[in-house]
């Protein structure tokens, strides 16, 4: 099993649905606060209809973010039905 280590570098992603600004941020405190880096998706912040950006787009973050050597976690702010489109783009 592994396990998330102080100063470890994980992303905040969102493969469906957009989050707002002060959820981000909040996150993103909150994973500071527990002493990890963090990185986010570029889709985040972005907003496609009810979509955090294309299908395309946040399919992108996922796979640079499993690509990324550094990123040891991956965390989901806003999953949804939106998360299935990309499943043939993983």
């Known amino acids: 099993m592994l396990k998330l ?7 905040l992603i969102s ?27 570029k889709s985040i ?7 955090a950006g294309t299908d395309d787009e946040r399919a992108s ?7 990324n050597k550094k990123v040891k976690g991956i965390f989901e702010l806003r999953g949804g039905s939106g998360s299935a489109r990309l499943l043939d783009r993983l």
């Open 5 to 11: 280590n102080f100063g470890d570098t994980v992303a």
């Open 15 to 41: 493969s469906a649905y957009f989050s707002e600004t002060i959820s981000v941020h909040l996150g993103q405190e909150r994973l500071e606060a527990l002493g990890f880096r963090v990185i986010l998706g």
């Open 45 to 51: 912040g972005k907003q496609y209809g009810y979509l």
């Open 61 to 67: 973050d996922i796979n640079e973010m499993f690509k």
